[in-house]
């Protein structure tokens, strides 16, 4: 099994935790704080981004409420979050340079950390490993989501 | 046999599934309006409306077939048009010269108020495309902003495209007005008129209507809007 599978070229790391409805990832850190972001399926929909505007350090959110605001050209929309719980740390990276998430998705692209409030609960409502794999699998293929693209320097 | 690609299926075939009753309600719904009356008034067919209408000459598209069906009120054609033909319109209100003064235009603004209210998908997917002008106007009341100029959104603009987005605050900078020194709006717009705004936008049910059509656009808005105006020391939830 590939480190990082691929569906339609876009890379699905195996150790993250998917929302495969909102196009979201976490990773869990140790101390049961999370980092969010944008999974590449999700930047790749977008297209290159000009803005990426992440809520302020101590915004409370609810799951499935925004996180940050993306806006590409002609497109806007919202980051919504995977879990119930407080904003912690914003990547202040993206307020210079927005594509950061285009071209790295997973890691230099993170768009906030959060201290989840029940994180056990939530998390048992997301994918991760093969089965997110396969989750995403049917959604690309229901709605025919199209082949991602990847700028120069995509990194994972 | 169905119609054509490209083609307006007249037919009503295609909506077999809906039930009747709705389609008139929503035909209700449009002739309720108080403009109603002062659009349609009756229709001669002279199809001097057609004649000077800009969308007619590239889509199967007729405002002369809005003004007759909406005369003959016939529910199961409205709702066609309702779904297939509207969204054709540019609303430039070419057809107001209509010797009976019907407004075809008119007409079509109402269908697509009731369009977006009911949230049918055909009108989500029309106003697909325009997520971020509708959010440009509704945040900060300017339409296009600069920074929409990218090459990979217009490649038949040309090559000089990519120059432009890549320096467009010096671009900007090089125009008379300082209001206009701008990237992420048209023009510099102050904090008094985007608290009005807002509030305008809460009082007259608009955020209710992007609600139907795009939940995550409306989930954006109503953070920008709900944080501004209670800064501004208004208690307004758009809930």
């Known amino acids: 099994m590939s480190e990082n599978p691929e569906v339609r070229g876009c890379i699905l790391p195996l150790d993250l935790h998917y929302s495969v409805v909102d196009h979201t990832w976490i990773r869990v850190h140790d101390d049961k704080t999370v980092t969010v972001g944008m999974t590449d399926v999700a930047q790749n929909l977008a297209g290159e981004l000009l803005h990426a505007k992440p809520k302020k350090v101590g915004t409370v959110r609810k799951k499935g409420k925004p996180l940050a605001t993306v806006e590409s050209s002609k497109w806007v929309g919202p980051v919504k979050s995977p879990l119930s719980?407080?904003?912690?740390?914003?990547?202040?990276?993206?307020?210079?340079?927005?594509?950061?998430?285009?071209?790295?998705?997973?890691?230099?692209?993170?768009?906030?950390?959060?201290?989840?409030?029940?994180?056990?609960?939530?998390?048992?409502?997301?994918?991760?490993?093969?089965?997110?794999?396969?989750?995403?699998?049917?959604?690309?293929?229901?709605?025919?989501?199209?082949?991602?693209?990847?700028?120069?320097?995509?990194?994972? | 046999m169905t119609a054509k690609p490209g083609t307006l299926d007249l037919s009503g075939r295609q909506y077999r599934h809906i039930r009747h009753d709705e389609k008139e309600r929503?035909?209700?719904?449009?002739?309720?309006?108080?403009?109603?009356?002062?659009?349609?008034?009756?229709?001669?067919e002279c199809g001097i409306c057609v004649a000077a209408c800009p969308s007619a000459r590239f889509y199967d598209f007729s405002p002369r077939k809005i003004a007759q069906t909406m005369a003959r009120e016939d529910a199961d054609l409205f709702y066609v048009m309702l779904n297939d033909s509207i969204w054709d319109c540019s609303q430039c209100f070419s057809c107001d010269v209509c010797p009976r003064k019907n407004s075809p235009g008119g007409l079509i603004t109402l269908m697509r108020e009731v369009a977006v209210k009911n949230g049918l998908?055909?009108?989500?997917?029309?106003?697909?495309?325009?997520?971020?002008?509708?959010?440009?106007?509704?945040?900060?009341?300017?339409?296009?902003?600069?920074?929409?100029?990218?090459?990979?959104?217009?490649?038949?603009?040309?090559?000089?495209?990519?120059?432009?987005?890549?320096?467009?605050?010096?671009?900007?900078?090089?125009?008379?007005?300082?209001?206009m020194h701008t990237t992420e709006t048209s023009w510099h717009v102050d904090d008094k008129t985007i608290t009005e705004l807002y509030l305008i936008w809460h009082m007259t049910g608009v955020m209710d209507m992007i609600k139907e059509v795009d939940e995550g656009l409306f989930m954006i808005l109503q953070d920008v809007m709900e944080d501004r105006l209670e800064d501004e020391g208004y208690d307004v939830s758009f809930d």
């Open chain 1, 85 to 156: 719980g407080e904003v912690i740390a914003v990547n202040d990276e993206l307020a210079g340079d927005a594509t950061l998430v285009n071209r790295s998705p997973y890691k230099a692209g993170w768009i906030v950390k959060m201290q989840p409030t029940d994180l056990d609960a939530e998390l048992a409502g997301m994918f991760t490993g093969q089965e997110a794999v396969d989750k995403y699998r049917e959604r690309i293929e229901a709605e025919d989501i199209k082949a991602c693209e990847h700028v120069e320097g995509f990194e994972i």
């Open chain 2, 26 to 44: 929503l035909f209700d719904e449009v002739k309720k309006d108080l403009r109603f009356e002062e659009y349609l008034y009756g229709c001669y």
């Open chain 2, 121 to 179: 998908a055909s009108a989500q997917e029309a106003l697909e495309g325009y997520g971020r002008v509708v959010y440009k106007i509704m945040a900060t009341g300017t339409q296009v902003s600069p920074d929409m100029l990218q090459a990979n959104a217009f490649p038949d603009w040309g090559p000089h495209v990519k120059d432009i987005s890549e320096n467009l605050e010096v671009w900007r900078r090089a125009l008379p007005p300082d209001t």
